[in-house]
Nanobody
Framework: QVQLVESGGGLVQAGGSLRLSCAAA????????MGWFRQAPGKEREFVCG????????YYIDSVRGRFNISRDNAKNTVALQMNGLKPEDTAVYYC??????????????WGQGTQVTVSS
């Protein structure tokens, strides 16, 4: 099975940046599409962005497009989420996930434990 671990979360001021990382333990991610989800307190989990197996195709929801960037390094078996221009509404627990296809978001099957991102105003 695929075991995913996120890191890089923390507390930042509005307008700041964070870089989240997702590492796989014991199995290659080369054959998986990868995505990032987030869940704010009292709200449902939300798909944020995804990247195809080879890294050539990406998708972002409108609220983060232009601010967030998802990338992957299959040689290092890692996935990253660079977040710039952070806003208080970005505050959530962020989860790394793996799937066979990039879309739809309902097909993601493997999940990390999540990392907290808090943006102060």
């Amino acid at each position: 099975q695929v075991q995913l671990v996120e890191s890089g979360g923390g507390l930042v001021q509005a307008g700041g940046s964070l870089r989240l990382s997702c590492a796989a333990a014991g199995r290659s991610l080369s054959n998986y599409a990868m995505g990032w989800f987030r869940q704010a307190p009292g709200k449902e989990r939300e798909f944020v962005c995804g990247v195809s197996q080879g890294g050539g195709t990406t998708y972002y929801i409108d609220s983060v497009r232009g601010r967030f960037n998802i990338s992957r390094d299959n040689a290092k078996n890692t996935v990253a989420l660079q977040m710039n221009g952070l806003k208080p509404e970005d505050t959530a627990v962020y989860y790394c996930a793996a799937a066979i296809t990039l879309l739809p978001p309902t097909q993601y099957k493997y999940w990390g434990q999540g990392t907290q991102v808090t943006v102060s105003s």
